[in-house]
């Protein structure tokens, strides 16, 4: 398969990071072909030029190189720590870069947006992985998984990819190592699980 692996945290020494190596490692032990990104260490820009905005408009070369991969990714698996609920701002820049319409979607003819949309993706499923120092009940009842409605029914839904799996390791900040490598040992064990029969 052909796996996109995207990742949004500025720290190259985060657990997100440690978490992105152990799921590209394990990709390529199960021969997969893996594009991954690392979005900061990459320095992408996150800001939408007005003329990106356009639904035919003629796209920078890194920003169509993303496009083609993203159209071509049999999986996706997005890595990044849940910052007040969302995503990072350079990973909803590439959100709003990258899948965009005549990629990831499009509408019926003579629908000008306001309809329902046709998923174009091709991925047969989804994974998101975020860390976070909200602990499960609170995130739950006071701010209602944000990031799950965002991922799965506001973007992968809307795409056409409605194999969606979302995994949460919390609370970081208080976490140890040792606690911290049964959670990379449970990433890997997830890779196994969905990859080994793809």
Partial sequence: MNVLVI?????TSSFNNAIANT????????????????L??????????SVELERKSELEILIQKHCNELQNADAIIIIHPNWWGQPPAILKGWIDRVIRPGVAYRFLEGDSGEGVPIGLLKAKFAIVINTS????????????YPLETIWKNCIFNFCGVTNF???TFRAIVNSTLEQRQLWLNETKN?????????
């Fill in 7 to 11: 990742l949004g945290h500025p720290n």
């Fill in 165 to 167: 799996h979302r995994k």
């Fill in 23 to 38: 799921v590209v490692n394990r990709l390529k032990v199960l021969a997969h072909t893996v594009v991954y990104h690392d």
């Fill in 40 to 49: 900061y260490n990459e320095n992408f820009d996150a800001i939408v030029k």
């Fill in 190 to 198: 997830l890779i196994d699980q969905l990859f080994k029969l793809a």
């Fill in 133 to 144: 120092d909200t602990e499960e009940k609170r995130e739950k009842d006071l701010f209602g």
